[in-house]
C-alpha cells in the first residue's frame, strides 16, 4: 500500500514542475500577450496521457492538450522513437484544437531509460503569416497562417535550426516567435526533466499510485456534486455572430443528465461555417471539460483527467463544433466559450450551491498591426480586452471587469507596457456605473477602455452579443446593462460601432473605445439590504437614479445619505401596487431561451 505522504508529495511534485516553467517561460518570453497576459497554460501528463498537473494561464488550453497529445504522438508514429531533450512542436488547427498562433511544444520526461510522462504546453507563440495578422473572415485554415505538422523542434537538446528558420520566414515577428519557441522549449525539457527526477526518487510504483489516486480522488468529487442534479435533459440555445455583418446562426446545446454521467449533446448547431468561427472537436471537448470543472471541483483539487470521466460529448461531423479540415477557425475560442457559458447556466441552475445568471457574454477587444508603429521602428502589434460582468449568485454579487470563462486565467496586458512598444496611447480604463443587472445580489459591472493611436493601424474587433441585452438576471434579477461592441471615434460625426470585423482601416489620431457588458442580477432588487444599496452608489456602481428606480433605495445626490422614510415609502408602494408580490416589476427575469425537458 502506498504511503500517504509519499503520495502527497509525489502530487505536489508534479503541480510544482507545471508551475516553475510556466514562471520560466513568462520570464523568458518575448511577447507581451505571454509575459503580460499570460495566453499560454502548461500541463503535465502520465505515460498513459492522463493530466495530472496543470499551470493554467487559458483554462480551455488545459482541457485540450491532453487531445491534442495524443493525435500528435499518433501522428508523429508514437512516443517510442523520443528521446531525452527532444521537443515536438504543432500547430495544425484541426489536430491541436487551436488556432495556428496557439502553437502546442511537448517534452517528455525519462526516468533513466523509461518514459514516464510528458510536459505540454500551449502558447500563443506570435504571428505565423496568414492573410492578416488577426484572419477572422478567413474561410480555410490556409488563410490562417502557417500550419506545422508534427515535427522535432528540438532533437535531443539540438534545436532545428531549418525549422525556425522557416517559421521566421513566415512571421511578421521574426524574432519575437522563434525566441518565444526556444524559450518554451527551453521550459518544456526543465520541466520534464523534474518529472523525471521525481519519479526516480520515488519509484515507478509509487508515482502511478499516487496519480491513480488523484484521478479517482477528482472523478468521485465530480460525480457525487453531479448528483445533486435532477435527471432530466436541459436545452438552451444562443446566436454565435459573424464577422463582418453576415448576420448569425444557432447554438444548440442539449445537456442530458443520468446520475452522475452528464452527455452534452450539440446537434442541431449550425453547420461549419465560411469564416473562422468553427470549432475542431478538441476545443469542443475542452469547452465541455472546462464547464464541468467550474461545477465540481474548481475549489477543491488541480485540473486532471479524472474531473470529466463522467462526461460524454456528441457533435456531428460538419457541425460547427466539430469542423473539418480545411475549414477556417482562427476564431473558435469565441464559439467554444459560448457552448461553456450554456453548459454551466443549464447545469447550476439544479445546483444550489453554483447557480448563476448570466454574464456579459464574450470579452470584447480589439487586435492591431501597426506596420510603422513601433518605439523602435518596424511593425508592431496591439490589443486590448475589455472586461465583462459575471452573473451574481444567491449569496454573493457578481464580478466585475472580468475576462471571460475561456479565457480566466489570463490578464489585461498593462498599458503602459503596450505604450512602451507602440504609438498608441490608453487614455482611460473604467468600470460603467449601472451596467451590473438589479437583484438582491447585484450583477457585475461591464466595463470600457479607451485608446488613441498615432499611427495607422489594421485592425480586428472582436465582440458575441452585440444585439442583445447583458447578462440574464436569474430568480427574478434583472438583466444587465451596458453593451459589447469596439466604437471608433465615439461622439463625433465619424463614429463607427463595430463588432466582429476583420481588416478595417484606422487612421492616426483615431480613438477606439471597447466596451464589455455587465452581468445580470440574482433575487428581486428590492430585497437588497439598503446598506449594500447605499455603498453602491458611495461606490459609483449605481447611480442614485437606478438606486430609487429599480432597488426602491432613495439615496441624495448631494450627501450620499439615504432617505429611509423615502425609501420605505417607494418599497412599500411597489408591493401595494402588485398585490403584495413584486415579481411583475421584473421582464427580464429567468432564461427565457433555456428549458428542461423531462
Not at 45 to 60: I, K, S
Not at 82 to 102: F, K, Q, Y
Request: glycine fraction near 12%; hydrophobic fraction near 40%.
Amino acid at each position: 500500500m502506498i504511503d500517504p505522504i509519499d503520495a502527497a508529495v509525489v502530487r505536489a511534485g508534479l503541480v510544482s514542475a507545471a508551475r516553475e516553467a510556466f514562471a520560466q517561460f513568462q520570464r523568458t518570453a518575448m511577447l507581451p500577450i505571454l509575459y503580460e497576459a499570460r495566453d499560454f497554460s502548461v500541463s503535465i501528463f502520465d505515460d498513459r496521457l492522463n493530466m495530472v498537473a496543470d499551470a493554467t494561464g487559458v483554462p480551455e488550453f488545459v482541457g485540450s492538450l491532453s487531445v491534442a497529445i495524443d493525435a500528435i504522438l499518433e501522428k508523429f508514429g508514437g512516443a517510442a522513437g523520443l528521446r531525452r531533450g527532444d521537443v515536438l512542436i504543432a500547430n495544425e488547427s484541426h489536430l491541436t484544437g487551436a488556432h495556428p498562433p496557439d502553437a502546442v511544444l511537448l517534452a517528455p520526461a525519462f526516468a533513466g531509460d523509461l518514459l514516464v510522462g510528458f510536459c505540454g504546453m500551449r502558447a500563443h507563440i506570435g504571428d505565423l503569416g496568414g492573410s492578416s495578422t488577426t484572419p477572422i473572415d478567413a474561410k480555410t485554415m490556409w488563410e490562417e497562417g502557417l500550419l506545422i505538422p508534427p515535427s522535432l523542434l528540438i532533437a535531443a537538446g539540438k534545436p532545428n535550426e531549418v525549422l525556425l528558420g522557416v517559421i521566421g520566414a513566415n512571421s511578421r515577428q521574426p524574432r519575437e516567435v522563434t525566441g518565444n519557441l526556444r524559450s518554451g522549449a527551453a521550459a518544456m525539457t526543465r520541466s520534464a526533466a523534474k518529472v523525471g527526477v521525481i519519479v526516480e526518487r520515488y519509484g515507478f510504483p509509487t508515482y502511478r499510485a499516487a496519480v491513480d489516486q488523484l484521478l479517482d480522488a477528482a472523478e468521485h468529487e465530480a460525480r457525487e456534486l453531479l448528483e445533486e442534479v435532477p435527471d432530466g435533459e436541459y436545452r438552451a440555445t444562443k446566436q454565435l455572430e459573424l464577422p463582418n455583418g453576415a448576420g448569425s446562426v444557432p447554438l444548440e446545446c442539449l445537456v442530458r443528465v443520468e446520475g452522475s454521467a452528464v452527455t452534452v449533446d450539440v446537434t442541431g448547431s449550425a453547420p461549419e461555417q465560411p469564416y473562422s468561427v468553427n470549432v475542431p472537436l478538441p476545443q469542443t471537448l475542452a469547452a465541455c471539460r472546462l464547464a464541468i470543472k467550474r461545477l465540481t471541483t474548481q475549489d477543491t483539487i488541480t485540473a486532471n483527467s479524472g474531473e470529466h470521466r463522467m462526461l460524454s460529448v456528441v457533435a456531428p461531423r460538419g457541425c460547427v463544433f466539430n469542423a473539418t479540415a480545411p475549414a477556417g477557425c482562427y476564431m473558435m475560442a469565441n464559439t467554444a466559450s459560448l457552448l461553456g457559458e450554456m453548459i454551466v447556466n443549464l447545469i447550476s441552475a439544479a445546483m444550489p450551491a453554483r447557480q448563476m445568471a448570466e454574464s456579459g457574454g464574450n470579452t470584447t477587444g480589439f487586435l492591431g498591426w501597426m506596420p510603422d508603429g513601433g518605439r523602435n521602428g518596424g511593425g508592431v502589434d496591439v490589443d486590448d480586452l475589455a472586461g465583462i460582468g459575471y452573473g451574481a449568485t444567491p449569496e454573493r454579487d457578481g464580478m466585475n471587469a472580468l475576462l471571460y470563462f475561456g479565457l480566466a486565467g489570463m490578464e489585461v496586458a498593462s498599458g503602459e507596457v503596450i505604450e512602451t512598444r507602440a504609438r498608441i496611447v490608453k487614455r482611460r480604463i473604467e468600470l460603467v456605473p449601472d451596467s451590473g443587472g438589479a437583484g438582491r445580489r447585484r450583477g457585475g459591472l461591464g466595463s470600457l477602455a479607451e485608446w488613441e493611436i498615432e499611427r495607422p493601424m489594421t485592425m480586428m474587433a472582436q465582440a458575441q452579443k452585440t444585439e442583445d441585452i447583458g447578462g440574464l438576471g436569474l430568480a427574478g434579477g434583472m438583466a444587465a446593462g451596458g453593451r459589447n461592441d469596439v466604437v471608433l471615434d465615439p461622439g463625433t460625426p465619424g463614429e463607427r460601432s463595430l463588432a466582429m470585423t476583420s481588416d478595417t482601416e484606422v487612421a492616426a489620431g483615431t480613438r477606439i473605445v471597447i466596451n464589455g457588458a455587465g452581468g445580470g442580477g440574482y433575487g428581486d432588487p428590492f430585497e437588497r439590504e439598503i446598506e449594500a444599496v447605499a455603498a453602491d452608489v458611495a461606490d459609483g456602481y449605481v447611480s442614485t437614479e437606478c438606486a430609487a428606480e429599480l432597488y426602491g433605495v432613495v439615496v441624495s445626490a448631494d450627501t450620499g445619505v439615504v432617505d429611509l422614510e423615502a425609501t420605505a415609502a417607494l418599497r412599500r408602494s411597489r408591493t401595494d401596487r402588485n398585490g403584495g408580490d413584486g415579481d411583475e416589476l421584473h421582464s427580464s427575469q429567468g432564461q427565457p431561451s433555456m428549458e428542461r425537458i423531462d
